[in-house]
C-alpha cells in the first residue's frame, strides 16, 4: 500500500483500496483505511476557500452513451524559467476519458479545430460540445466545424464555470495529479508528461462515478455500436 500510495500521491485510500485490490490482495476498506492512517499516508488537507453560492444550470442534455458530449477548457501553467504554456483538455462526458490534452505556448480556434478532428477520425464526433465563451471557442472556425458535423455548441454563462462542471472537475485532478507535482524543464517534456498522465487516467485511474472503474476500463464495456472508443495511437501535441 505505501507504495501504490508513494506513486500515486494525490489518491486518497479509496482509489488505493482499488488499486490494492486489483493486485489480488483482499482488505475490506475499513481495514484499508486504518493501515492508511497507521502508515501515515494521508493526503495534506487543503485550506477551505470561501465560495459564493451560486445556481447551477442544468445541463440541456443528460449524456446516455460514449460521443453524446464532449467538454473543453484550456488550463494555464509554466516551464521552470517562467515561461508560459497552455493546455487543452477535451473529454468525453459520458465515459470520464480524456480524448486529448494539447500542450502549446499558444494556442487558438485552429488547434482546438486540429485536435477535434483528431479525435473525430478515431471515434466519430460528438453530438454536443460544452465549452465557455473564451475566444477559441466562440469563433467561426469551430462554429464551422461543428456545423460540418452537425453537433450543438452549449456555451457556459459567461462567469458560471459551473456550467461546464464536468471539465471543471476533470482539470482539478489534472492540475492536483499532474501539473502541480511536475518542474517541467523544457514544452517538450512537459508534453511527454501530460500525454503520459493522460493515457494513465484512463487506462487505471478510479473513477468513483464509474464504480471505481478507469474511464478505458469503463467504454470497453460498453455495446460496440454505441460509440466506444478504439485503441488509441499515439499523439503529437502543438
Keep these: ?14 482509489r488505493v483500496h482499488v488499486l490494492f485490490r ?14 492508511y492512517c497507521e502508515e501515515q499516508l494521508q493526503l495534506r488537507s487543503k485550506l477551505p476557500k470561501r465560495r459564493k453560492m451560486v ?14 458530449a464532449w467538454s473543453m477548457d484550456f488550463v494555464a501553467d509554466q516551464l521552470a524559467d517562467g515561461s508560459k504554456f497552455r493546455t487543452l483538455t477535451i473529454v468525453d462526458v459520458f465515459t470520464k ?33 460544452f465549452v465557455d465563451n473564451g475566444s477559441e471557442f466562440s469563433g467561426r472556425l469551430l462554429d464551422m466545424w461543428a456545423y460540418h458535423y452537425r453537433a450543438k455548441i452549449d456555451f457556459s ?6 456550467d461546464n462542471c464536468h471539465i471543471e472537475t476533470f482539470n482539478g485532478s489534472f492540475r492536483d495529479e499532474c501539473l502541480n507535482l511536475h518542474w517541467f524543464e523544457t514544452l517538450g517534456e512537459a508534453k511527454a508528461i501530460v500525454e503520459a498522465w493522460r493515457r ?5 485511474r478510479p473513477h468513483s462515478a ?21 485503441p488509441e495511437t499515439p499523439q503529437k501535441s502543438l
Design 1 to 14: 500500500m505505501r507504495e501504490i500510495a508513494h506513486t500515486r500521491v494525490r489518491y486518497g485510500y479509496r
Design 22 to 35: 486489483r493486485e489480488g490482495w483482499q482488505l475490506g476498506r475499513n481495514q484499508a483505511y486504518r493501515l
Design 55 to 68: 445556481v447551477t444550470r442544468v445541463a440541456k442534455i443528460v449524456p446516455i452513451k460514449p460521443n453524446d
Design 97 to 129: 476519458e480524456a480524448l486529448a490534452i494539447e500542450v502549446g505556448q499558444r494556442l487558438n480556434g485552429e488547434h482546438v479545430v486540429s485536435a477535434l478532428n483528431r479525435i473525430a477520425a478515431r471515434r466519430g464526433a460528438p453530438r454536443h460540445l
Design 157 to 162: 454563462r459567461p462567469g458560471k464555470p459551473t
Design 200 to 204: 494513465d487516467y484512463n487506462e487505471s
Design 210 to 230: 464509474l464504480k471505481e472503474l478507469a474511464p478505458a476500463e469503463f467504454a470497453r464495456q460498453l455495446v460496440p455500436s454505441s460509440g466506444s472508443t478504439e
